[in-house]
């Protein structure tokens, strides 16, 4: 997707009120939960179950900033447009400082921030002198998500974007505290949620199906890719079944295991459910437009859903990783 003048200025104010000094959240530096794996991995449902604790705010997927706020002006789950929500209005204020410095950001993020780009993102930020274009991507970054920070009131953000490049990009930036929770499901749901028909709430429209052999080509490598950064930060692992068939424990054991979440009261009522509130997301799953006491549950519709032709093709594609995260081979 390319973005245009038109579009990245749709709906703001006027140039000369939006250049403003940039806000400092505060003294602390800005911690960031961020959850990396492969799409449809139940990322959105955890991302909202840390949004549960006192002083963290469920973002969701802040990397769909520019293609489904920006370019597309999807609906927030606040229920306004992203150009009419005042949340998002005022970090476009802060990150769009003079005429052209959101349509470069838009131009740096297709050039670093896509997992097939990573090899030469990481060579960018491997070389003695990094290059001006790196750098001026990073410091826009920097002042995104402190701008999110700004506007939510919150010093720990959760951000479910998944793809690997922007965990390493906001790992690179010296000023952020970045833990890493890779959420790994079984490929053979994952394939089966790509192959379902759903309306998307944020643009009234279906979501795109993706072909199994994709599908199971960008589980391989988000997984892969995202053990590999762990290595270089604070890293988590959960299995998504794990957390549905336990989401007590498993949340208990997330959160002593993340510094800036241990000791944190997890607010679970007396039958295991989470209160989710809406608050202004613009990327992630529809389930994110739904609100109130949540329960938790095990989906397993794959088993049923999926042809077993194609399961023992997807198996056999992706049996090397299967076996390492413990999932049985049918
Ligand atoms: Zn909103």
Known sequence: MRFTPS????????KTSLIREE?????????????????????????????????????????????????????????????DCKFWRSICESVDRNENELLHAASLYERFDHTKSLPSTVFH????????????YLDWLKRLYNAIAEQSKSEILIDSSKVPSRLYLLSQIPE????????????????????????????GEQFTKIAPGRVVSNWIARNLIAELIGR???????????????????????????????????????????????????????????????????????????PVALRRKVSLLAYPLLRRYGYRIS
């Open 176 to 203: 952020f505290d970045v833990y890493a929770i890779h959420l790994v499901r079984d490929v053979r749901a994952v394939v089966t949620a790509w192959r379902r028909t759903r309306l998307n709430p944020a643009t």
């Open 7 to 14: 579009r990245l200025t749709h709906g703001l104010k006027s």
């Open 23 to 83: 806000k400092v959240v505060s003294n602390h530096r800005l911690k960031i939960v961020y959850i990396v794996g492969s799409g449809r991995s139940g990322s959105t449902v955890l991302d909202r179950m840390l949004g549960t604790l006192d002083g963290v705010v469920s973002m969701n997927e802040i990397y769909r900033f520019f293609p489904d706020g920006i370019e597309s002006n999807d609906k927030c789950t606040c229920g306004h447009h992203f150009h």
């Open 232 to 306: 270089k930060i604070p890293y988590y692992m959960q299995n998504y079944e794990g957390l549905m068939e336990n989401p007590v424990g498993r949340m208990n054991d997330l959160v002593a295991a993340i510094d800036p979440l241990k000791g944190k009261a997890i607010p679970f009522d007396d039958e295991g459910r989470l209160d989710f509130q809406p608050f202004h997301s613009i990327g992630g799953n529809p389930d994110r437009f739904q609100s109130g006491m949540t329960s938790f549950r095990t989906d397993d519709r794959w088993q049923k859903e999926l």
């Open 125 to 136: 930020a491997k070389l003695g002198q990094r290059m001006a274009d790196f750098n001026a």
